[in-house]
């Protein structure tokens, strides 16, 4: 996986958030006031020398304000605990604004499993096991580590009061835990679960791959898309299978070595989708990888997201692994407009709608004519 080495400092998870109990146990006994309105005491606020009316009706409301002993009344709303953060990276790619929400997309995270139970991952329909969950495990898919909870946050955490809002919140989400509790992981464990997810039966519904990881590698079939011989090399072809064969979109981290992305597989393979990662002033960090295996660019530092370490947990990491989530969560988006769009398909949309990133200043080192993510317009 992709994350870690570049945490920035002081970033921890956080837990749920809660508003605190508006009532205080032990409090005085209601008195009545002068209006013929029972004053319930512990909503007597000293310091404001303030009254919380509740059941008011508007005609004594409004007889009650005219009293001179009244400085104001003010009436009620509804608050909500802290409500949901769109984190700066879905509202940047204009997410909150399209009209798909990724609906009857299937998304596969293989990665460290997902936080069973999280209260913003409710779309997590299940999953499958390469490796073994250490632990406190509700499912053989359960994440012992964080990552994967995170990356399937962004792609799509619900659209409810709780934690974040995500690219696709009406996509499905599948776990497939093909990373251990240290994050790490086989190539042939990757293909078992690339395997899976190729053969899972989700009910006919277009499907997207996430992988937020990688190794170190090269392409043997550089410059090719889905030759019809295909690669002797495990992993790619694996990759040409799902891609070429059973038309899954698979999305993957550039990687954070600051290196050139056709060293580091699969990011090298033609036949994927390879993010790079940037900051919220539209640049990117040094330790992005870039060249010309890179296709996209998209949010990957300090990002918001949801976290293994409680069911409503959540935490902000940076890495290319919390950008391919973005791009993954848009291809979600464009299937559940158009579900029978192949990957190349689905590839030029995403890059036919992304935004050019000619005038940024790019202060990393490196080279990164790729356009940045835009789902306007979805
Ligand atoms: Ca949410
Ligand atoms: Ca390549
Ligand atoms: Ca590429």
Request: aromatic share 6%.
């Amino acid at each position: 996986m992709y994350e870690g080495s570049h945490r920035p400092p002081g970033f921890r998870p956080i837990g749920a958030r809660r508003l605190p109990a508006t009532r205080e146990p032990g409090a005085p006994r209601p008195r009545r006031g002068d209006h013929g309105l029972a004053i319930p005491a512990e909503d007597h606020l000293e310091a404001l020398s303030a009254f919380i009316l509740r059941n008011l009706p508007e005609a004594r409301a409004r007889r009650l304000a005219q009293d001179p002993r009244v400085y104001a009344l003010t009436p009620d709303r509804e608050v909500r605990a802290y409500g949901q953060t769109v984190p700066w990276g879905v509202e940047r790619i204009g997410a909150p604004t399209t009209t798909a929400k990724g609906a009857n997309v299937s998304v596969y995270v293989l990665d460290t499993g997902i936080k069973v139970g999280h209260e913003d991952l409710t779309n997590l329909k299940g999953g499958y096991a390469v490796v073994k969950c250490r632990g406190r495990c509700r499912a053989a898919y359960d994440d012992d580590n964080g990552h994967g909870t995170h990356v399937a946050g962004t792609i799509a955490a619900v659209n409810n009061a709780a934690g974040v809002l995500s690219v696709a919140p009406a996509a499905e989400l599948w776990a497939v835990k093909v990373l251990s509790g240290s994050g790490s992981g086989s190539i042939s464990g990757i293909v078992q679960g690339l395997n899976w997810a190729i053969a899972h039966n989700n009910g006919g519904k277009p499907k997207v791959v996430n992988m937020s990881l990688g190794g170190s590698g090269t392409d043997d079939q550089d410059g090719l898309y889905c030759p019809a011989i295909r690669s002797k090399d495990a992993f790619h072809n694996a990759i040409q299978k799902a891609v070429c064969d059973y038309r899954i979109t698979v999305v993957v981290a550039a990687g954070n070595e600051g290196d050139n992305a056709a060293n580091h597989t699969p990011a090298a393979y033609d036949e994927v989708i390879t993010v790079s990662a940037t900051n919220s002033q539209n640049d990117w960090p040094s330790w992005s990888n870039y060249g010309p295996d890179v296709d996209l660019a998209a949010p990957g530092v300090s990002i918001l997201s949801t976290w293994h370490t409680s069911t409503s947990a959540y935490n902000t990491l940076s890495g290319t692994s919390m950008a391919t989530p973005h791009v993954a969560g848009a291809a979600a988006l464009v299937l559940s407009r158009y579900p029978s769009y192949t990957p190349e398909q689905v590839k030029g949309t995403l890059l036919q709608n992304a935004e050019s990133t000619h005038t940024w200043s790019n202060t990393s080192g490196h080279p990164h004519p790729e356009p940045f993510l835009n789902v306007r317009g979805f």
